[in-house]
């Protein structure tokens, strides 16, 4: 399978942006997605993960209640809708998935993903 990124570009302090990952995969249904970002010098970091079934979500604490992650399986794309942008979101932003055992699976672990996309770069101007 293939993840594309896209939808990343320089924004504005308190600004809003949605980026987009796009499946080349019929089995997306079955797929857990998450979003992680890295910023220059730093390690890799969780951002948001949602279920197969889109009902569960997950986010890390620095992005809860600015950042929605959500899905749309016919369109085997998922998005990640962030508002209230600060210069600390400035990243690289990647979409990862892996394969869903059960419907309300998801996961922060790195490690859990076996297929991730490029990145896509968010900068957020002060």
């Known amino acids: 399978v293939q993840l594309q990124a896209s939808g990343g570009g320089l924004v504005q302090t308190g600004g809003s942006l949605r980026i987009s990952c796009a499946a080349s995969r019929c089995t997306f249904t079955t797929d857990v997605i998450g979003w992680f970002r890295q910023a220059p010098g730093k390690e890799r970091e969780f951002v948001a993960s949602?279920?197969?079934?889109?009902?569960?979500?997950y986010y890390a604490d620095s992005v809860k209640g600015r950042f929605t992650i959500s899905r749309d399986n016919a369109r085997t794309t998922a998005y990640l809708q962030m508002n209230s942008l600060k210069p600390e979101d400035t990243a690289v932003y990647y979409c990862?998935?892996?394969?869903?055992?059960?419907?309300?699976?998801?996961?922060?672990?790195?490690?859990?993903?076996?297929?991730w996309g490029q990145g896509t770069q968010v900068t957020v101007s002060s």
């Open positions: 949602i279920s197969r079934s889109g009902v569960v979500t």
């Open positions: 990862a998935a892996f394969y869903g055992r059960l419907p309300q699976i998801t996961s922060q672990d790195t490690k859990k993903y076996d297929r």
